[in-house]
């Protein structure tokens, strides 16, 4: 399957002059996780909650108080990319290899930014993929084997 049809469309972005704490207010606005950063249509980075997480502070009664700095500073520059035709199993390597749980789709022919790839929307795929199959049993065999004071066999 290519990334063409598992990417999100519909995406949320940010300027990298915005201040940090306008950055999380639109993800919690939209719910989402990650906010590609533009510079004039053309992509600069990468702001993920764990970014903005990082330069918060709590305050007490649940309250919590956002680094005044922009988007910039904290995003993480030069995103790795992919393009919609490569496959969705290569970017979940991608996502794997190098810890991150978002690669933005590009495309040199066509300018700008053109979606996203979630570590959601690959394990929405296996829910989709599951819901067609029919039911069938595990193909190898299992044990299950307790530890602890209260285990039969514990030494």
């Not at 108080?65 to 790795?80: A, L």
């Amino acid at each position: 399957m290519k990334v063409l049809h598992a990417m999100t469309r519909n995406v949320v972005c940010v300027n990298e002059e915005d201040s940090l704490e306008s950055a999380r207010d639109i993800m919690k606005e939209w719910e989402i996780r990650h906010l590609p950063v533009m510079r004039d249509k053309k992509l600069v980075g990468i702001l993920s909650d764990r970014d903005v997480l990082l330069h918060t502070q709590a305050e007490g009664a649940g309250s919590h108080q956002v680094s005044e700095r922009t988007v910039e500073d904290v995003m993480t520059k030069n995103p790795i990319t992919c393009s919609p035709s490569d496959s969705v199993s290569h970017i979940a390597g991608l996502m794997i290899d190098n810890k991150i749980d978002c690669v933005p789709v590009t495309d040199v022919n066509v300018s700008g930014l053109l979606g996203l790839v979630t570590s959601t929307d690959l394990l929405d795929l296996l829910r989709e993929r599951d819901l067609l199959e029919v039911s069938r049993g595990v193909p190898w065999s299992y044990a299950v084997r307790m530890f602890g004071s209260d285990a039969p066999g514990y030494v």
